[in-house]
């Protein structure tokens, strides 16, 4: 292994992110380097990890949830009620007094009221892929190449989302960016009556934005990719993004967290919580450039 590759990668790091533990940050780089691309999977969030947070207009971009919530299909009293939720949960979530385990009743209270809002607007399978299309979403700079470069080296890619997992895989379907010989979502699962073909539940077990350390995907087809890779890259927007590795046994965890905004309020939390912080909605750039170096040095 090269060190002077390593040492350039962290001077690109520093140059372009922020990391409060060089040497750590080092070490972890260094194992996944010098065990290659086999022993490594990658973990990652969808809304507002591999996607933008902020459209190229600076717009707010739509998460997966909002997805449908825009749609025309959807009733405007759906989105009134939709907006309503949103104003009393999400000032909660990013409360920075209350503790992850104060905060997560009143996470599961959102997520269980807007998917009894989506149930009651009847919506089918065709329903999804209309309501994706009507609703462009733009993907984080960066990611079609390390899609690509996890599929040409049979690297497992998880997406762990709070989102809703139709609508995710339907974006990547869109995007020509899902995969699935070596893609996994785990997320919220719309449940389609098989009579009527209409969604009429979600799927067990509900997955909101901080109990990702609880759900396990031993049972899964999944874990057989992934057992015997040691390495693992976490990519997320959210601090309760950290725990989405808890439920995978590895070795070496490198964190890449996106703060997208409120970075003067924010970069404290999320330089104490991931080994790399990406600012202002950057790109997948660091990301790449690890497996570029990894890829070499195999």
């Known amino acids: 292994m090269s060190s002077q590759k390593v040492q350039h990668l962290i001077d690109v790091i520093k140059k372009n992110c922020k990391l409060k533990n060089v040497d750590a940050t080092r070490r972890k780089i260094e194992k996944i380097v010098k065990d290659g691309l086999g022993n490594l999977q990658v973990v990652c969030d969808f809304d507002c990890t591999m996607t933008r947070y902020f459209t190229l207009n600076r717009e707010r971009n739509p998460g997966s949830h909002k997805i449908l919530s825009s ?23 990013m409360d920075k007094i209350l503790t992850k385990e104060e905060k997560t009743p009143f996470m599961i209270e959102w997520w269980e009221k807007a998917h009894e809002l989506l149930i009651g607007q009847h919506i089918n399978k065709d329903d999804v892929k209309g309501m994706v299309a009507e609703t462009p979403v733009e993907m984080r700079p960066g990611l079609d190449m390390l899609i690509k470069t996890c599929k040409d080296n049979d690297i497992p890619f998880l997406i762990f989302s709070a989102g809703i997992a139709n609508v995710i895989e339907q974006v990547l379907v869109t995007k020509n960016l899902y995969y699935p010989d070596n893609m996994h979502i785990v997320s919220n699962q719309m449940g389609f009556n098989p009579e009527t073909g209409i969604c009429d539940h979600f799927e067990i077990p509900l997955i909101h934005i901080f109990n990702k350390s609880e759900i396990m995907i031993k049972n899964s087809s999944y874990h057989t990719a992934i057992e015997n890779r040691g390495n693992v890259i976490l990519l997320g927007d959210s601090v309760g993004d950290i725990h989405m590795s808890d439920g995978i046994q590895h070795e070496t965890c490198l964190t890449i967290g996106f ?23 950057g790109p997948m750039d660091i990301v790449n450039n690890i497996l570029d170096v990894c890829s070499k040095n195999s």
């Open 71 to 93: 749609s025309s299909r959807l009733t405007e009293e759906f989105k009134k009620e939709t907006e309503k939720l949103c104003e009393i949960y999400y000032p909660i979530e």
């Open 259 to 281: 703060l997208n905004h409120m970075v003067e309020d924010l970069i404290n939390t999320y330089l104490e919580t991931f080994d790399i912080v990406v600012v202002d909605d």
